[in-house]
């Protein structure tokens, strides 16, 4: 009874360690050789490590953000990053967010085995982060564990492979063929992109006939993007709540240098959680992906964003700066209304919005881009306002998820799962 109470108490329940069986399961079932299974598993073991750290720094930092943005204006500041909110999950539902994702995968297959949607779901992060939005969805309803990893799986698996087909029409225009489909859940997006192009654009006057100025692809590093955009609002923050606020925060550090130190934190932290989920949903991806080629024939694999880019590349700097004007109109509008502010974070704008540019440009044109990719910013900012209060319920606070698609299953699931439960 030790035995197995060490096995699953402390081994099994730790999330490290199940992703990592999930990893060395995967790559037996493969027929991998030794040294590729040994150090697949303990890569995946130690990427989940390396998120957790990342997850606490940027917890931290977070925090010092709500504090400054809360006393400079009275409002709450949400910063718009999948990665934080998954963080924040992970901290509290680790577990259950690490089984719902397992469950997802498989039955990601199953739909695409049995069913006409044939796309299987590539992009592991994104996976991941549905995987954590499900789980906090049930957990904001009160449902226990179990009930949460078999329902939680079931739509994560129904979403993967869903998702892809509604925006595959919009993705052909984009490569010329069937090939691949978009795996990122801002397919509802991207495909209203490509909608809006159609109807007021025209795809002959492309956004490549255009030329821009070369300094803003530094948007396009991940670090850069969001170094520059978290340093701006720390300081915007900091100054609104005055000296005082900030050397008390600070624990006596000048008021002027902790705004920049908190901005290069937080990048540092996402960097880290980025690196961390890259390193062990490497494996268990390649795992799945080893599965899938045998069990389902004609299938298509759906692919993270940036794999359009190269086929409008003008489209995606154009459609990064329209996108971002959207969300800095919606931040305005939601200061003046004093509800959540959104804060539009770079990098999630930056492959967002160059994303439904390129959706747009390939059915409008340079107008379909712009106009596309505007109203894309526009729904990334007031979809993490109407989800966040439920976050908030259980704890979860200062970030939200920016994707069309996770907002329309999240508050389907709450509101729905309330209806339920007022009948029974």
């Known amino acids: 009874m030790e035995l197995i109470k060490v096995i699953v108490f402390d081994l099994l329940a730790s999330a490290p360690i199940l992703v990592g069986v999930i990893a060395l399961t995967g790559l037996i079932l493969q027929k991998q050789p030794t040294d590729k299974i040994i150090s697949g598993t303990l890569k995946t073991i130690v ?11 940027a917890v931290v930092a977070l925090d010092s953000f709500q504090v400054l943005f809360s006393a400079g204006f009275g409002l709450k500041g949400v910063l718009p990053l999948a990665e934080a909110v998954t ?50 969805m049930f957990k904001a309803l009160g449902l226990g564990n179990t009930t949460t990893i078999l329902f939680g799986g079931i739509m994560l698996g129904i979403c993967a492979a869903l998702f892809p087909a ?13 090939e691949i489909a978009m795996g990122h859940y801002v397919t509802v997006g991207y495909a209203i992109a490509g909608w809006i192009g159609s109807k007021i654009g025209d795809p002959e006057k492309s956004t490549e006939d255009l030329k821009l100025p070369g300094w803003l692809t530094m948007f396009k590093d991940y670090v850069v993007g969001v170094s520059i955009t978290m340093i701006i609002f720390f300081y915007i923050a900091a100054i609104a709540a ?42 268990i991806v390649g795992a799945f992906v080893g599965i899938s080629e045998r069990l389902i024939p004609n299938a298509k694999p759906a692919l993270d964003c940036p794999v359009v880019f190269p086929f409008a590349p003008t489209a995606t700097v154009l459609g990064f700066l329209a996108a971002y004007a959207g969300g800095l109109l919606s931040m305005v509008v939601m200061g003046v209304l004093g509800t959540i502010v959104i804060i539009p974070v770079a990098v999630p704008y930056f ?17 379909g881009c712009i106009a596309g990719a505007f109203v894309v910013g526009i729904l990334i900012a007031v979809g993490p306002a109407l989800i966040y209060p439920i976050m908030e319920n259980i704890g979860l606070v200062g970030t939200s ?24």
């Open 47 to 57: 990427g989940f490590l390396v998120f957790g750290i990342g997850s606490g720094a």
């Open 87 to 136: 963080a924040l999950a992970q901290d509290k539902f680790g577990t259950t967010v690490s089984l719902v994702m397992l469950l997802g995968f498989l039955c990601n297959l199953i739909v695409a085995k049995f069913t006409p949607l044939k796309y299987i779901f590539l992009t592991g992060q994104h996976n991941l982060y549905l995987a954590a939005l499900l789980t906090i």
């Open 166 to 178: 509604i925006a595959q029409p919009y993705m052909r225009k984009v490569t010329g063929d069937d």
């Open 242 to 283: 005055g000296k005082a606020t900030v050397e008390e925060l600070s624990g006596g550090v000048n008021w002027l240098v902790y705004p920049l130190f908190q901005g290069l934190t937080f990048s540092a932290a996402l960097y880290v959680i980025i690196t961390g989920v890259r390193l062990f949903l490497g494996e």
């Open 351 to 367: 492959f967002i919005g160059a994303t439904a540019g390129v959706f747009g440009n390939a059915t409008g044109g340079w107008k």
């Open 401 to 424: 998820f920016p994707e069309t698609d996770f907002n329309i299953v999240g508050l389907l699931i709450y509101y729905i799962g309330r209806f339920l439960q007022s009948i029974f």
